[in-house]
């Protein structure tokens, strides 16, 4: 079963990150508002980034990491500019 871990950009223009093993059903659940929590009042949200994962446990590892970025250190990783994002 693949993991996922993403990020979304929200109406408000922040940026969300999360993990689930089903991408497009949580999509879903964010832009539908389905649970409270950080994107239900920041709805239509956006699918910028994601990555697969084979292993739990590495995706819970790189969303955490992840979720302590600085918005520029996101961008970079979302652009694809390698050699900034190891600058930050």
Not at 2 to 30: V, W
Not at 32 to 59: A, H, M, N, Y
């Amino acid at each position: 079963m693949p993991f996922h871990i993403y990020i979304l950009r929200c109406s408000d223009g922040s940026y969300y990150t999360g993990a689930t093993t089903n991408l497009e059903q949580r999509i879903g659940q964010h832009d539908s508002g389905t649970f409270d929590g950080f994107t239900s009042s920041r709805r239509p949200v956006k699918l910028l980034w994601c990555q697969e994962f084979t292993d739990i446990r590495d995706s819970i590892e790189a969303e955490r990491k992840l979720k302590k970025w600085t918005r520029a250190k996101k961008e970079a990783l979302m652009r694809g500019d390698f050699e900034l994002l190891h600058e930050l």
